[in-house]
C-alpha cells in the first residue's frame, strides 16, 4: 500500500477494518491504483435518462457486458451500477473489478420539479455482488431531500456495519433553485458539505461554475474574496468545503464534450486538489476504441504522464 493511500485512509479512523479495506480495494485498483486518485465508469443512465438516449450512440452499450469489459480494459477504479446491469455480469468478472452498486434511481417518465429516487436495490444485494460500495443520490434543494438524507443515514449506517464504502451522488436540483443554482459555486460547495456530514467517503458533484446562487452566501464569497474565476479555484473551494479535503470526491463527467474540454476539465480536477472524475456518458457513448483512448489519457493526466 503507498503512503497516499495510507494518509486518505488514515481519514477515515471511525470506520472499521472491512469499510478500511474495500476503501483500499478502491483506491488500490485500475491503472491509478495507489495515487489517490480515481476514475469511476458509472452507467446508471439507462434508468435515468432511458435506453435510446444512453446507448444509441454506441449500441455495444445496450449489452450489459460491455460495461465491465470496457471499464477493466481502460483500467478504471471501479464500475457502478443499479442492480440489474450488475447482476447482469457481476460472477461473470467476480473480482476483476471494484463494483459500486447504486442503491436508488430515478426516471425521466414523469416531470418532477422536487426529485427523489425510489430506493430499487439494499446492502444485502452489495454483498452478494461483492460490491466494495454502496451508491445513493441525494438532491439537496428538493422539497424530498430530507426523506433522502434519512434514507442514506440508514443505508449508509447499514453499509458501514457490513464493511461496504458509501459513495453519495450529491446533486443540488428542485424548486428551491434556478437550473443555473445547480452548479453555482457555493451550491456545489454547499452539496460537498452535505455528503460529507452525511457519512460519505466519497462524494460525487458535478463541476461548479464561477455563478453564486444564494444571496447571503454571495455576501460572504464576496467580502472574503473566495476566488472563483478559474475552474481550477472553483475545484479547490469544493474541495475545501469537504472538510478540508479529508474526504474523497470526484466529479462528475456530464453530458458529451469535446476532448479538448474533457481534458482541460481534468487538468482543473488534479491542480485544485480533487480526487478524481466519474466518466459515464463521454466514455461509454463512443466506440469502444474512442472510449478507451479517452479514459487512458484522463488518466494520464492524472498521473502527470501527460501535462
Request: glycine letters at 10%; aromatic letters at 8%.
Amino acid at each position: 500500500m503507498t503512503k497516499r493511500v495510507r494518509e486518505i485512509l488514515s481519514w477515515y479512523d471511525s470506520d472499521n477494518p472491512g469499510t478500511r479495506a474495500n476503501l483500499a480495494r478502491l483506491l488500490g485498483a485500475g491503472r491509478l491504483g495507489g495515487s489517490g486518485r480515481m476514475v469511476i465508469l458509472p452507467v446508471d443512465q439507462g434508468f435515468e435518462h432511458g435506453p435510446a438516449r444512453s446507448f444509441a450512440p454506441n449500441p455495444a452499450g445496450y449489452n450489459p457486458l460491455y460495461h465491465f469489459e470496457l471499464a477493466i480494459e481502460a483500467g478504471c477504479s471501479a464500475y457502478a451500477a443499479p442492480l440489474g446491469f450488475l447482476e447482469a455480469g457481476a460472477a461473470e468478472f467476480a473480482g476483476e473489478i471494484p463494483l459500486i452498486l447504486k442503491l436508488n434511481n430515478h426516471d425521466l417518465l414523469l416531470e418532477e420539479r422536487d426529485p427523489v429516487s425510489a430506493v430499487t436495490a439494499g446492502v444485502r444485494d452489495a454483498l452478494r455482488l461483492g460490491c466494495a460500495a454502496i451508491g445513493f443520490t441525494i438532491y439537496p434543494g428538493s422539497a424530498e431531500r430530507t426523506r433522502m438524507y434519512e434514507q442514506i443515514a440508514a443505508l449508509g449506517a447499514e453499509a458501514k456495519a457490513a464493511g461496504l464504502a458509501v459513495v453519495i451522488w450529491s446533486y443540488p436540483r428542485g424548486t428551491a433553485l434556478s437550473k443555473a443554482g445547480e452548479t453555482a459555486l457555493d451550491v456545489v460547495a454547499y452539496a460537498a458539505q452535505i455528503a460529507a456530514q452525511l457519512g460519505a467517503h466519497i462524494i460525487k458533484v458535478k463541476l461548479p461554475t464561477e455563478h453564486l446562487e444564494q444571496e447571503a452566501a454571495k455576501r460572504v464569497y464576496e467580502s472574503t474574496r473566495i476566488p472563483r474565476t478559474a475552474l481550477v479555484d472553483r475545484i479547490r473551494h469544493v474541495v475545501q468545503s469537504a472538510f478540508d479535503g479529508r474526504r474523497i470526491v470526484i466529479f462528475s463527467g456530464g453530458a458529451r464534450e469535446d476532448d479538448a474540454t474533457i481534458f482541460d476539465q481534468v487538468r482543473a480536477i488534479r491542480d485544485g486538489g480533487g480526487f478524481g472524475s466519474i466518466i459515464g456518458r463521454n466514455s461509454f457513448q463512443r466506440p469502444r476504441a474512442e472510449a478507451l483512448a479517452l479514459l487512458g489519457r484522463i488518466m494520464a493526466i492524472y498521473t502527470g504522464a501527460e501535462p
